[in-house]
């Protein structure tokens, strides 16, 4: 197995993706941000001075999915079809778990835009709440399932 953004030389390259065929494409993508229980608490309460953190951070993900070509040098601009982000609070952890699906029709994975909804989402989190707690974690961020293409299906163990 090859790495694909390098070219016989070496260097790196956008793949051409312009053989492969149009099929519906789908990738899951997961965090988390750990936190302390009183900021997790002032989250659900809705008790942050900068706002409704979990709304905030939704639309941060879903705008981050939209942007990741222009993000990731090279990741290609798709049309993307659906994007949602959900974060559900765990006072286990104590933190936020987040969840990001993006769906495409094309001729290319949309794993990065994912991740990118998913990192977004929980950096946005860390913004809003910082004044609180500077000590929060972003950790697990990984897909955990995609669809679509060639390579098929991909679901983690």
Same mark, same amino acid.
């Given at each position: &197995?090859?790495? =694909?953004?390098?070219?016989?030389? *070496?260097?790196?390259? &956008? ?7 149009? =099929? ?6 997961? !965090? ?8 997790l ?19 941060? *993900? ?30 286990d ?10 769906? =495409? =029709? *094309?001729?290319t994975g949309?794993? &990065? ?25 972003? !950790? *697990? ?17």
């Open positions: &197995m090859a790495l =694909t953004h390098f070219d016989g030389k *070496g260097d790196a390259h &956008m793949v051409d993706v312009s053989d492969k065929d149009v =099929t519906s494409r789908i990738a899951v993508a997961e !965090n988390h941000i750990k936190m302390l229980p009183e900021t608490d002032i989250i659900i309460e809705g008790r942050a001075k900068k706002g409704d953190v979990l709304g905030v951070a939704r639309l941060a *993900g879903i705008m981050a999915a939209k942007q990741t070509a222009g993000l990731i040098p090279l990741c290609h601009p798709l049309p993307i079809s659906k994007v949602s982000v959900e974060l559900e609070p765990d006072r952890l104590p933190g936020v778990r987040i969840t990001a699906t993006v769906k =495409t =029709t *094309g001729q949309v794993e &990065m835009e994912a991740l990118t909804a998913a990192s977004v989402a929980a950096l946005t989190v860390y913004d809003m709440a910082k004044a609180v707690d500077k000590g929060m974690e972003i !950790n *697990g961020l990984r897909v955990v399932f995609k669809d679509g293409g060639k390579s098929g299906r991909y679901t983690a163990p």
